[in-house]
Nanobody, 128 residues
Framework: QVQMVESGGGLVQAGGSLRLSCTAS????????MAWFRQAPGKEREGVSC????????AYASSVKGRFTISRDNAKNTLYLQMNNLKPEDTAMYYC?????????????????????WGQGTQVTVSS
C-alpha cells in the first residue's frame, strides 16, 4: 500500500520558519524526482519546488526562490522543505508528489505534470 505522509505544518508568524517532511512507503522513492506543491483557498494547486532522485538538481517557483530549500534523504524515504522568512501569502495546504521520471524540468510545476502519487497535505498558516 502506497503512503505519502506530510508533516511539519502549523501556525507561524511572518518571518518565521517551518520544516515540512514527507515520508513515503510502499513505493520506489530513490529513483524518481519528488516535488512540493501548495494550494491556497480558492486558488489552483501550484508547484513550489522539485528535486531529482540524487538530490543534486533542484527547481523552485520564483515566489519562493531564496527562501525555501528542498532536500531528501533516500535512506529514510523522506522529502523535506525548509521554509524560511515565511510570508502571509505562503499560507496554503502543502502537498508532496512523486514524479514518474527523474527530471525537474518542463511541466513539474503544474498538477497536469507527470505525477503518480500524492500525499494528503499539511496546513501552513502564516500570520502577519
Amino acid at each position: 500500500q502506497v503512503q505519502m505522509v506530510e508533516s511539519g505544518g502549523g501556525l507561524v508568524q511572518a518571518g518565521g520558519s517551518l520544516r515540512l517532511s514527507c515520508t513515503a512507503s510502499g513505493l520506489t522513492f530513490d529513483a524518481y524526482a519528488m516535488a512540493w506543491f501548495r494550494q491556497a483557498p480558492g486558488k489552483e494547486r501550484e508547484g513550489v519546488s522539485c528535486v531529482t532522485a540524487s538530490g543534486i538538481s533542484t527547481a523552485y517557483a520564483s515566489s519562493v526562490k531564496g527562501r525555501f530549500t528542498i532536500s531528501r534523504d533516500n535512506a529514510k524515504n523522506t522529502l523535506y522543505l525548509q521554509m524560511n522568512n515565511l510570508k502571509p501569502e505562503d499560507t496554503a495546504m502543502y502537498y508532496c508528489a512523486r514524479l514518474t521520471l527523474n527530471v525537474c524540468s518542463g511541466s513539474w510545476s503544474t498538477v497536469a505534470g507527470p505525477f503518480d502519487f500524492w500525499g494528503q497535505g499539511t496546513q501552513v498558516t502564516v500570520s502577519s
